[in-house]
C-alpha cells in the first residue's frame, strides 16, 4: 500500500517570497510517479508537476519545482515568486500502476496526502 | 467544453434514494476513476476502471457502485444515500503507462453532493 504524508496543514506566506510545501512518501514499489495538484476555493483540481521515480531530474514548470529526494523518500513543491493567485490547497499525490497482462486488471489510481492551505500575503 | 464533465454539479437528496452521478470525457482515455473528498482528508479512490470490460473497487468502494457505459462514460451510483456520503465527488481520466505522453489525471470539475 502506498502512503502519503503531508505534514504541513497550513501555510503563511509573504507575496513575493518562495515557498516550498513537504511531502514525504511511503511504497515498496520501485516504479512510481509523484504528482502536485493545486485546489482553488472553487473546487477544481489543477495539475502542477510530474515526477517519475525513475526521473533523474526534477521537475520543473514554470514557478514550480520539485525537489525529489529518492533515499528520503521527500517530494516537496517549491514555488518561486508566490503570487497572490497561489493561495489555495495542495495536495501531494503518488500513483503506482500494477498490470496484470496475462489475467488482466491490474492496480492503479492516485494515493493522495491530506493537503496544505498556502495562504499567501500581501 | 471541458475533457471531462460531471452531471450534476451540485445536488441534495434524502437519506435513503438513490442517486447516480455521472462523467463523461472526451481525452480518448482507456482508465476512468471516481474518487471522494472529504474536508481534512484528501482524495481517496472508490472505483477504478481499465477499460469498459474492467471494474476494480477503490479504497473505499462499500456503499458505492458503478458502471462503465462506454470508455467514454463512467457512472457511480449510491443505493442507498446516508449521510456520512455527503462530500465532494470527482471524476478523473488517465492514459495507460507507456502510451501517450502524458501521466496525469484529468479531474472533473466535481459534483458536491448532499444527503439530508
Known amino acids: 500500500a502506498q502512503k502519503i504524508t503531508q505534514t504541513q496543514p497550513g501555510m503563511f506566506v509573504q507575496e513575493k517570497e518562495a515557498v516550498t510545501l513537504d511531502c514525504t512518501y511511503d511504497?515498496?514499489?520501485?516504479?512510481?510517479?509523484l504528482f502536485w495538484y493545486k485546489q482553488p476555493s472553487s473546487g477544481e483540481m489543477i495539475f502542477l508537476i510530474y515526477?517519475?521515480?525513475?526521473?533523474?531530474q526534477n521537475a520543473t514548470e514554470g514557478r514550480y519545482s520539485l525537489n525529489f529526494q529518492k533515499a528520503r523518500k521527500s517530494a516537496n513543491l517549491v514555488i518561486s515568486a508566490s503570487q497572490l493567485g497561489d493561495s489555495a490547497m495542495y495536495f501531494c499525490?503518488?500513483?503506482?500502476?500494477?498490470?496484470?497482462?496475462?489475467?488482466?486488471?491490474?492496480?492503479?489510481?492516485?494515493?493522495f496526502g491530506k493537503g496544505t492551505h498556502l495562504i499567501i500575503q500581501p | 467544453d471541458a475533457d471531462v464533465t460531471q452531471t450534476p454539479r451540485n445536488r441534495i437528496t434524502k437519506t435513503g434514494k438513490r442517486i447516480m452521478l455521472e462523467c463523461s470525457q472526451t481525452?480518448?482515455?482507456?482508465?476512468m476513476y471516481w474518487y471522494r473528498q472529504d474536508p481534512g482528508l484528501g482524495l481517496r479512490l472508490i472505483y477504478y476502471?481499465?477499460?469498459?470490460?474492467?471494474?476494480n473497487k477503490g479504497e473505499i468502494s462499500d456503499g458505492y457502485s458503478v458502471s462503465r457505459q462506454a470508455q467514454a462514460k463512467f457512472s457511480l451510483s449510491l443505493e442507498s444515500a446516508i449521510p456520512n456520503q455527503t462530500a465532494l465527488y470527482f471524476c478523473?481520466?488517465?492514459?495507460?503507462?507507456?502510451?501517450?505522453?502524458?501521466?496525469?489525471?484529468?479531474f472533473g470539475q466535481g459534483t458536491r453532493l448532499t444527503v439530508v
Open positions: 478523473a481520466t488517465s492514459s495507460t503507462p507507456g502510451t501517450g505522453d502524458a501521466t496525469e489525471a484529468f
Open positions: 511504497t515498496s514499489d520501485q516504479s512510481y510517479g
Open positions: 515526477q517519475g521515480s525513475y526521473d533523474e
Open positions: 499525490a503518488m500513483r503506482v500502476v500494477v498490470e496484470r497482462w496475462y489475467s488482466g486488471g491490474g492496480a492503479d489510481g492516485l494515493t
Open positions: 476502471s481499465f477499460d469498459v470490460k474492467d471494474i
Open positions: 481525452k480518448g482515455h482507456d482508465r
